[in-house]
C-alpha cells in the first residue's frame, strides 16, 4: 500500500516535470525575445536616468539630476515644455476630428447607406501606406508651389493661398490634417465593428417604437460601443505620444519652423543622437525623456480605460 | 434590414439627410483618390510639366523615370530587402507567439497569468521609447548596420500581440481533441503542429497581416540601424532618395509611386483580409 502511494507520487512528480518542461519549451522563445527587446531596455532606461554620461560612457550616479536639468534648465525645459504641448494638440485634434469623423462614418456605414461596401474599401486605403511615404508625398503637395496651393489657384481661392508647413501658426495643424488624411480609416471599421456587434433586435424594436435617430444614437449604439471608444482613445494616447515620421518627413528633424512642429519623439531623437542645440549625444537626458514617455503612456492609459469603463454598461 | 439608411420610404428630411451624408463621404473619397492619382500622372511628367500644368495628364507613358529609380536609385534593391527583412521577422514572429500563445492557453499553472501579463505589457510598452538602451545593446552584440538587428527588434514588436490574439482562438479549442490525440500516442509538439495549428490557421492569417504591414511600413528602426544602402529597406531607402533629389519632383513622385503602388495593388485584391487583420488588435 505504502510502495503503491510512493510510485504513485514519483509517477505524479513525473508528469508535473514533464508538464514544466513543455511548458518551459513553449514559452521561452518568445519570453526571451520581449525580456531582452522590451522589458530590459525599459529598466535600463530608468537605470541610465540616473547617471551622468559622457557620450556612451556611464559615469556617475547622479540621482534625479538629469530629470531636473530637463525640467528646470534651458535649452531643454523650453524645448520639452513646447514639444509635449505640441503632442497635447496632437492628441486632441485627432480625438475630435479623427475619431468623432471616424464615429461618424462608421455609424453612417453600419446602417448600410448607399455605396457603403465601395466607401469603406475605400476609406481603408491610406492606412495601408508607410507614414513615411504619406508624409513625402503630403511635404510636396503643402510646398508653397505645391498641389494644395494651385488647387486653390484653380478654384478662384488664391487669397487662401499659404505656406502650409512654413509658417509657425499652420505647420502642426498641417501635419495633424495629413494625418488624419491617412488614419480616418482605422477608427470608422474598428467603431463599424461596434456597431455591428450591437444585437439588431435591439436597434429595429427602438426603430419600429419610433425612437429618433438622435437618441437611438446617443442612448443606445454609444453606451454599447464605449469599449471600442476606449481601445481607439488608448491607440490615439500611444499614436500623439510617438508622433515622429510625420514631423521627420514633412517639416524635418529640428521641428521646423522655429520648433513650432517639435514633439518628445524628435526631441527625444535629437537628444539622444545628435543634441539638442547642435552637439554630442545626451544619454543621460535622453532616457529621462524615454522614461517620461513610458510613464506618460501608461498614466493616460490608464485614465482613459478608467474613465470609460465608468460609463460601460451591460446588456 | 429595417434600419438601412434608404430612400425609398423616408421622409424628406431624411432624404435630406442621406444626401448630405453621401456627399460628404464622396468629397473624402476624392480627396483619397486625387492625391494618389496625381502622385501615379506626375510621375510620367517633367519637372516643368508638374509645376507650370499641376492637373494635367502626362503627354506620354514614358517609363524612363521608373527605370531609373528602379535601377540606378537602387529601389529594387531595397525592395528585395524590406522583402528579406519583414518574412524572416514575421516567420519568427509566428513560430515563436504561436508557441508561447499554446503555452498560455493549454496549460494550467501558477505562473500562467504572469507570463501572459508580461506579453500583454509588450503591446502597450512604447518600443521607440527604448531607443537609446537598445542601441546600446546592439553596439555592444556588434549588429548596427546588419539587418539582423531589425529583424530582432520586429520581432519583439510582433511577439506580444501575436501571443494575445492567438491564445483568444486556441483557448475555445476543445480540450477532448487533445485527449483524443494523447491516446493516439502524440506528444505536446505534435499536438500543437498537428491538431491546434491547423485549427487556428484563419487567425494566422490575421495576425500575420496585422504585423507584417506596420513592420514593412517601418522606418525609426531601420533609420536607426541601417547606414549602408546595400542593406535599407524601402521607407528608409525612400528617405534617403528624398535627402538627395529633394527638387526633382518628377523623380520623387516616381519613387513615391514605387513605394506605395504594390500595396495598393495588393490591397485591391484582398481587402477584406487586410481590414479585418489590420482592425484584429482593436476588434474582439
Redesign the interface.
Known amino acids: 500500500m505504502d510502495h503503491d502511494c510512493l510510485q504513485q507520487g514519483t509517477a505524479m512528480n513525473q508528469r508535473t516535470l514533464i508538464?514544466?518542461s513543455?511548458?518551459l519549451?513553449?514559452?521561452t522563445?518568445?519570453?526571451l525575445?520581449?525580456?531582452?527587446?522590451?522589458?530590459?531596455?525599459?529598466f535600463?532606461?530608468l537605470f541610465?536616468s540616473l547617471f551622468s554620461w559622457n557620450q556612451?560612457i556611464r559615469n556617475e550616479f547622479i540621482g534625479l539630476e538629469n530629470f531636473r536639468r530637463l525640467l528646470t534648465m534651458y535649452p531643454y525645459s523650453e524645448r520639452f515644455l513646447n514639444a509635449l504641448q505640441n503632442n497635447g494638440t496632437w492628441f486632441i485634434s485627432t480625438m475630435l476630428i479623427q475619431n468623432s469623423l471616424g464615429l461618424l462614418?462608421g455609424y453612417?456605414l453600419s446602417?448600410?447607406?448607399?455605396?457603403a461596401q465601395a466607401?469603406?474599401?475605400?476609406?481603408?486605403?491610406?492606412?495601408?501606406?508607410?507614414?513615411?511615404?504619406v508624409g513625402?508625398?503630403?511635404g510636396?503637395?503643402l510646398k508653397p508651389?505645391g498641389?494644395l496651393n494651385?488647387?486653390l489657384d484653380?478654384i478662384g481661392l488664391d487669397n487662401l493661398k499659404r505656406a502650409w508647413l512654413g509658417a509657425e501658426q499652420l505647420a502642426t495643424p498641417s501635419l495633424i490634417m495629413v494625418n488624419i488624411?491617412r488614419w480616418?480609416g482605422?477608427p470608422t471599421?474598428?467603431f463599424l465593428?461596434?456597431i455591428d456587434g450591437v444585437p439588431?433586435e435591439c436597434?429595429?424594436a427602438a426603430?419600429?417604437e419610433g425612437v429618433s435617430?438622435w437618441k437611438l444614437f446617443w442612448k443606445i449604439i454609444f453606451p454599447l460601443i464605449i469599449p471600442?471608444i476606449t481601445?481607439?482613445t488608448v491607440?490615439t494616447v500611444?499614436g500623439s505620444?510617438?508622433v515622429?515620421?510625420q514631423v521627420?518627413?514633412m517639416t524635418g528633424l529640428d521641428g521646423a519652423p522655429n520648433y513650432s512642429t517639435d514633439t518628445i519623439?524628435t526631441l527625444?531623437?535629437r537628444t539622444?543622437?545628435g543634441s539638442v542645440d547642435a552637439g554630442s549625444p545626451e544619454?543621460g537626458i535622453?532616457?529621462a525623456i524615454?522614461?517620461i514617455?513610458?510613464l506618460l503612456?501608461?498614466a493616460i492609459?490608464l485614465v482613459s480605460i478608467f474613465f470609460t469603463k465608468r460609463k460601460e454598461v451591460q446588456l | 434590414m429595417i434600419t438601412d439608411f434608404r430612400y425609398r420610404g423616408a421622409s424628406l428630411a431624411k432624404k435630406l439627410f442621406i444626401t448630405l451624408m453621401i456627399a460628404i463621404m464622396l468629397i473624402y473619397v476624392v480627396l483619397i483618390i486625387y492625391p494618389l492619382f496625381n502622385m501615379v500622372i506626375s510621375s510620367f511628367k517633367t519637372n516643368r510639366a508638374i509645376l507650370s500644368k499641376p492637373f494635367a495628364l502626362p503627354d506620354s507613358l514614358d517609363f524612363k523615370n521608373f527605370k531609373t529609380v528602379w535601377i540606378d536609385k537602387g529601389f529594387s534593391r531595397y525592395f528585395l530587402n524590406s522583402i528579406f527583412v519583414t518574412g524572416v521577422a514575421m516567420a519568427f514572429v509566428i513560430l515563436f507567439g504561436s508557441m508561447a500563445a499554446y503555452g498560455i492557453a493549454r496549460y494550467t499553472y501558477k505562473a500562467n497569468t504572469l507570463v501572459y501579463m508580461v506579453f500583454l505589457s509588450g503591446i502597450m510598452l512604447p518600443l521607440k521609447a527604448a531607443i537609446i538602451p537598445l542601441f546600446l545593446l546592439i553596439k555592444k552584440m556588434g549588429l548596427i548596420n546588419s539587418q539582423l538587428s531589425i529583424i530582432m527588434i520586429f520581432m519583439a514588436m510582433g511577439i506580444p500581440s501575436t501571443v494575445f490574439i492567438l491564445s483568444g482562438f486556441m483557448k475555445s479549442i476543445p480540450i477532448e481533441l487533445e485527449y483524443a490525440a494523447r491516446i493516439d500516442g502524440c506528444n505536446d509538439f505534435s499536438i500543437y503542429r498537428r491538431i491546434v495549428m491547423p485549427m487556428v490557421a484563419p487567425a494566422i492569417a490575421l495576425v500575420t497581416i496585422y504585423n507584417s504591414v506596420p513592420i514593412w511600413n517601418d522606418f525609426f528602426f531601420p533609420l536607426i540601424f541601417l547606414q549602408s544602402n546595400a542593406i535599407k529597406t524601402l521607407p528608409v531607402g525612400l528617405s534617403t532618395f528624398f535627402g538627395q533629389h529633394s527638387t526633382n519632383w518628377s523623380l520623387l513622385f516616381t519613387g513615391l509611386t514605387i513605394a506605395i503602388l504594390p500595396m495598393l495593388i495588393l490591397y485591391l485584391f484582398m481587402s477584406k483580409y487586410f481590414i479585418k487583420g489590420m482592425t484584429a488588435g482593436a476588434v474582439k
Open positions: 508538464k514544466t513543455w511548458i519549451l513553449f514559452i522563445p518568445a519570453l525575445v520581449v525580456g531582452v527587446f522590451i522589458l530590459l531596455p525599459l535600463m532606461t541610465n556612451l462614418l453612417l446602417r448600410n447607406i448607399p455605396g466607401f469603406k474599401r475605400i476609406f481603408f486605403i491610406p492606412v495601408l501606406f508607410s507614414i513615411v511615404a513625402f508625398l503630403w510636396i503637395y508651389t498641389l494651385n488647387f484653380l488624411w480616418v482605422f471599421l474598428v465593428a461596434a439588431q436597434l429595429e426603430y419600429l435617430e471600442a481601445i481607439i491607440l500611444i505620444l510617438n515622429f515620421e521627420y518627413t519623439g527625444f531623437y539622444a543622437f544619454i535622453g532616457s524615454g522614461l514617455i513610458y503612456t501608461f492609459s
